[in-house]
């Protein structure tokens, strides 16, 4: 039941949504992550509502396989990172937009050895964060738009914060 309710939210928020996206990347650690983490590739999709003349909200979920340089008792790591948030909307800037919202990422660890039980990663890990956003339209076409996307996140981690930089290419429908 509680999986209906997900997919019914999902097709609603869509249904409502002025624009949806789907874009692809990679992923970029930042401080200690990079020596921790491989940069990776990553695959999204996302949708945008104009909320105000000025002003758009989007919602963008973004997945990746990371690897990690030293721990050997994982294969890898599956990353979801979930973001919500609002910008500035075309009529301000023709060909760009700044945003700021809050982040949702998940992790959870491949196991591959019995050690890999021992890490909190290998049932999962979810910390809230911030998100910036930039994006910028390349091609603008009466259908489709094709552009830029950015994000730095900064997840809430203990003992330190998380950085994540994002980049790729994006087509809005």
């Not at 599956?78 to 949702?104: D, K, M, N, P, W």
Request: aromatic letters at 14%; a positive charge; proline letters at 2%.
């Amino acid at each position: 039941m509680k999986k209906y309710f997900y997919i019914s939210l999902l097709l609603v928020s869509n249904a409502l949504a002025q624009s949806v996206s789907f874009s692809g990347g990679a992923n970029c650690f930042l401080g200690s992550l990079q020596k921790e983490i491989e940069p990776a590739p990553y695959l999204g999709a996302g949708f945008e509502l104009e909320l105000s003349y000025y002003t758009i909200g989007y919602s963008h979920a973004t997945f990746s396989y990371l690897k990690l340089k030293k721990n050997r008792d994982f294969h890898g790591l599956y990353q979801f990172l979930g973001r919500a948030g609002i910008e500035t909307s075309e009529h301000l800037f023709e060909f760009a937009s700044i945003g700021v919202g809050i982040s949702l990422a998940t992790v959870r660890g491949n196991a591959a050895t019995p050690a890999a039980e021992n890490y909190m990663l290998n049932t999962s890990e979810s910390n809230f964060g911030w998100n910036a956003r930039l994006k910028i339209n390349i091609l603008k076409m009466e259908k489709f738009t094709v552009g830029t996307l950015f994000y730095y996140d900064k997840i809430l981690t203990l003992p330190n914060s998380s950085h994540l930089l994002q980049g790729g290419m994006f087509v809005g429908i």
